[in-house]
């Protein structure tokens, strides 16, 4: 049985469904799945959400822009499938002449963030204008984090594996609890979500997630 380096190493009590080896399949990333529904359902559910999330997301930029100087969104280069570079999207939650990179990313506990910057973080409102990302086929709703380049840079052959597949807004490590540790600490979750990769897991990914909100929002 493989085992993933022990610096990296999840344990299954993460996921029920993860499984030891760091091995993407190959008949999971051919499925049809996996080459065209998986995107033809993003598009159609992202297209839906910006109609539904247009109001609030008009509110959101007011609220940005009154409550720090600067611009409205966070534009910056990530790695998508294939390695390919593409601008991903954001409300931006700092305050500008900061620098944008964390070794936490999620992390709410950080003197950069603005007053509004901490609520749409935590709610993840922040990420709301990736949705036009998936329009443009740059990101799917599920998948591995988007990563920086400069990091990208530096992976080892078995770790940048997980880029045979689109970014996603929300995925494995996006819920895991050890998406408050260290950025690379997430690589090998995010190769088990590609080697799980099918329409039912990506179900269950996006209830949780929408479980996680409404847990952590709901008093």
């Known amino acids: 049985m493989a085992h993933l380096p022990t610096k990296f190493y999840i344990s299954k009590s993460d996921f029920a469904y993860m499984n030891d080896t760091a091995q993407p399949s190959v008949k999971r990333l051919s499925s049809f799945y996996a080459k065209r529904g998986k995107y ?23 609220l940005v822009k009154l409550s720090s100087r600067g611009p409205i969104f966070f534009s910056h280069k990530r790695v998508g499938i294939n390695n390919k570079l593409f601008v991903i999207h954001k409300f931006r ?11 936490k990313p999620d992390s709410t506990e950080d003197v950069r963030i603005t007053p509004i910057g901490k609520w749409i973080r935590k709610t993840s409102l922040d990420e709301l204008p990736q949705l036009f990302n998936v329009i443009k086929g740059e990101m799917s709703l599920v998948g591995p984090r988007p990563e920086m380049p400069f990091l990208a840079e530096h ?31 997430g690589i090998p ?31």
Request: no cysteine; glycine share 4%; hydrophobic share 45%.
């Open 40 to 62: 033809l359902l993003d598009f159609v559910a992202a297209f839906f959400l910006i109609l539904l999330f247009a109001p609030l997301m008009i509110l959101i930029s007011i």
């Open 93 to 103: 939650s700092l305050h500008i002449d900061t620098p944008s990179y964390s070794e």
């Open 189 to 219: 979750v995010d190769l088990e979500y590609i080697e799980n990769l099918s329409l039912w897991n990506d179900f269950k990914i996006l209830l949780r997630t929408f479980k996680v909100f409404w847990d952590d929002n709901t008093y």
């Open 155 to 185: 992976y080892e052959d078995w770790e940048n594996q997980r880029h045979l597949v689109r970014p996603g807004m929300t995925g494995l490590w996006q819920l895991s609890p050890r998406r408050r540790g260290s950025i690379r600490e």
